[in-house]
């Protein structure tokens, strides 16, 4: 994917496919290598898929 430009306007979708996210836990999510309690007991994982989208759209939006 690339920056979007005027004149390419691009889309950015992420899906959860997950157990889901409690509110008070997105921060903790949005670090690199952020894990939460529920995450800890139940997922595997790298725990960077929130905090790269997240810092690629404040770069690129």
């Known amino acids: 994917m690339k ?3 005027s004149s ?7 899906q959860d496919t997950g157990i889901g ?7 903790i999510l949005l670090q690199a290598f952020g894990q939460t309690e529920t995450g800890r007991q139940s997922q595997q994982g790298t725990r960077l898929g929130l ?6 759209v404040h770069k690129y939006y």
């Not at 905090?51 to 690629?56: F, L, M, R």
Request: hydrophobic share 30%.
């Open 3 to 5: 920056p979007p430009t």
């Open 8 to 14: 390419t306007p691009s889309n950015l979708e992420i």
């Open 21 to 27: 996210i409690v509110p008070k836990e997105i921060d």
């Open 51 to 56: 905090a790269i989208s997240h810092k690629y």
